[in-house]
């Protein structure tokens, strides 16, 4: 089953998100900002991530400047990464999956992401 790193400041967010990941992996990993999602990723590292969810807008370090560090790190520079937002507009890369979502989006836009 692969291992996803969801990042997201909103705790009812992530919670939703692991439920909504139940039927496609049974490793969800958690952080609150992109500070935490780093030390979460190194530590994840033996298990190997398959997909990051990152929300834009975090405090302490943004979906934006997570995705610079993990794309300068040749350990993460090749995992997908699932951008989410409230707001409609351009990400660094990947897909965006704009708030409000439901279960049925999140998975499909995962299951995508995978398969690509």
């Not at 439920?19 to 190194?42: I, M, N, Q, Y």
């Not at 590292?45 to 405090?59: C, H, N, S």
């Not at 934006?64 to 660094?92: N, Q």
Request: proline fraction near 9%; hydrophobic fraction near 55%.
């Amino acid at each position: 089953m692969p291992v996803i790193l969801v990042v997201d400041d909103d705790t009812g967010i992530r919670a939703y998100l692991r439920r909504c990941l139940g039927p496609v992996t049974a490793h969800v990993h958690e952080a609150a900002d992109g500070v935490e999602a780093l030390a979460v990723a190194r530590a994840a590292v033996p298990e190997g991530l398959a997909l990051i969810i990152v929300d834009l807008a975090m405090p302490r370090m943004d979906g934006r400047a997570l995705h610079a560090v993990l794309r300068a790190d040749p350990t993460f520079a090749a995992v997908p990464i699932l951008f989410v937002s409230g707001e409609p507009g351009p990400v660094p890369e990947g897909a965006l999956l704009e708030k409000p979502f439901n279960g049925r989006t999140v998975r499909a836009a995962v299951q995508a992401v995978l398969a690509a």
